[in-house]
């Protein structure tokens, strides 16, 4: 089995800040790229920052500027540091991994249960 776990959302005033972490744990072989997605409410899940193994990374034009995705593979978790929050930033974020892993390993793209990142004053 393999799990994703986040955690650091909550409630928060525009201009504010936030982090959000996310733990890869189980039976995992190895992992490529970690992402961060959201859901507002009537709208589809988008992409929100992506990091390779190897540290690179991609940005939603929304976001770039603001947030800053990293991650700590010793750890296997992701990071998601949020400044200057805006009212537009309210959603659900997911986690997601690219990895190997699982009873009888096989690669496939996991998620979280996500957490719930609200902007507001």
């Known amino acids: 089995q393999v799990q994703l776990v986040e955690s650091g959302g909550g409630l928060v005033q525009p201009g504010g800040s936030l982090r959000l972490s996310c733990a890869a744990s189980?039976?995992?072989?190895?992992?490529?790229?970690m992402g961060w997605y959201r859901q507002a409410p009537g709208k589809q899940r988008e992409l929100v920052a992506t990091i390779t193994s190897g540290s690179r990374t991609n940005y939603a034009d929304s976001v770039k500027g603001r947030f800053t995705i990293s991650r700590d593979n010793a750890n296997n978790t992701v990071y998601l540091q949020m400044n200057n929050l805006k009212p537009e930033d309210t959603a659900v974020y997911y986690c997601?991994?690219?990895?190997?892993?699982?009873?009888?390993?096989?690669?496939?793209?996991?998620w979280g249960q996500g957490t719930q990142v609200t902007v507001s004053s």
């Open positions: 189980g039976s995992i072989v190895s992992i490529y790229a």
């Open positions: 997601n991994a690219d990895l190997v892993g699982g009873v009888r390993p096989y690669r496939g793209a996991y």
